[in-house]
């Protein structure tokens, strides 16, 4: 078995793995890379290998990062099948149809031809193929793969490879224990192999109540008659966040000020929840409760409608790194005003417009124009549904002895750290990949 990086390395965004055994080719994700221009580029280089000789493809979750080269990769010439879950087969139905139309919108402004349309993404969808969690896929007569419900978003996954002898383990995205809504990710026993993701490996988690500082947050702004504007990822972190809001709600701690979800995207996630209560801990029945504090906006009309309102308002917007999305155009009407108070609930990767802000920028461009940095900056760290690196290592804890591990999905120092903190509690070797390096697995 031999495996090569073609993403996800050295950085947090591009994940794609190339699994190779005997004459078998499967591309563990398929992402796409987002953030600096250089990375942006990587996008528009032909993949090292044809598209037409990957013989299948199988997805740990439907973030866009691990899912959003699908569309190109099918337009190149892939004609195998797509496994993943159900619930992110429902995901990628709504992420890969809106990454096409960002990638037609980003052309139009930049006057050429989109890496793929709309159309296109919604053709590569005919490729699914869904599974059931913990049932072996035959991918060729010595090569299998059992998808593990992983606990990190709907429908995210592990992926255990086998061809009899050697097994390879992917860690996709790893979900923290004890969330509130998601369930905890299970301990796995064994693997020959790991690849896996190092995003918060130098990094713990701030312990502080989520709730409560949203609280004093939310109050604070109020006493001063703004709004409190919060950027938010579509997948997990607007329904984590719509949660705090109606448990505020609930006790009264908070006043009785208009909540708006001002994200399409993130209005069909939610939906979602209440279609898959067997990959979380609600009910039905909460999960109506809980989505059902917020005005959903659906169209331009509506959201400009809301930065004209007067009086306190809480607007949830996309993107949660503040780079796109309907939260531009908030920041216009509000970033300016002392009153009003940003709020940071997720991680800002370097050259965002998100990372500027709670580094402290004193004003941002938009548009082509300059704002002032007036509004209160805040930033809620304890809200990600990434394992930081004690629940990394406490996940570790369960494996017997791993020959290798590989660390992806991380800034270099985050991958550096956790390196030196794994081979000083287990000894064992531990690998950071560069691009499209390659590796015997034997």
Known sequence: MKITFFGATEDVTGSKYLVEHEHTKVLIDCGIFQGNEELNKRNWDPLPIDPKTIDAVVLTHAHIDHTGYVPLLVKNGFKGKIYCSKATYALCRILLIDSGAVQE???????????????????????????????????????????????????????????????????????????????????????????????????????????????????QTVKKGGKIIIPTFAVGRAQKVLYYLYQLKQKHTIPNIPIFLDSPMAIKVTDLYCEFPDEHKFSVKLCEDIFGIATYIHNIDDSKHIDRMKGSA???????????????????????????????VGYQADETRGRDLVRGAREIGIDGKTYPVRADIKKLDMLSAHADYNEILAWLSSFGHIKQVFLTHGEIQASESLQKKIKERFGWQVVIPKYAESFELV
Do not use: W
């Open 105 to 219: 919108n980003n052309a139009e402004k930049e006057h050429k031809k989109p890496l793929y349309t709309r159309k296109e993404a919604e053709e590569s969808l005919r490729y699914f193929q869904t599974v059931a969690y913990d049932s072996p896929i035959v991918l060729s007569d010595s090569l299998s793969c059992t998808l593990i419900r992983s606990g990190h978003i709907l429908g995210s996954s592990f992926i255990v490879l086998s061809d009899g002898n050697t097994t390879l383990t992917f860690s996709g995205d790893l979900g923290r224990p004890d969330q509130i809504i998601m369930k905890s990710p299970p301990q796995l026993k064994h693997t020959d192999y790991l690849v896996l993701e190092s995003t918060y490996g130098d990094r713990l988690h701030d312990i502080g109540d989520p709730i409560e500082q949203l609280r004093d947050i939310i109050n």
């Open 314 to 344: 809480i607007i949830v917007a996309g993107s949660g790194m503040a780079d796109g999305g309907r939260i531009v155009d908030h920041f216009k009407h509000f970033i300016s005003d002392a009153k009003n108070t940003i709020v940071f």
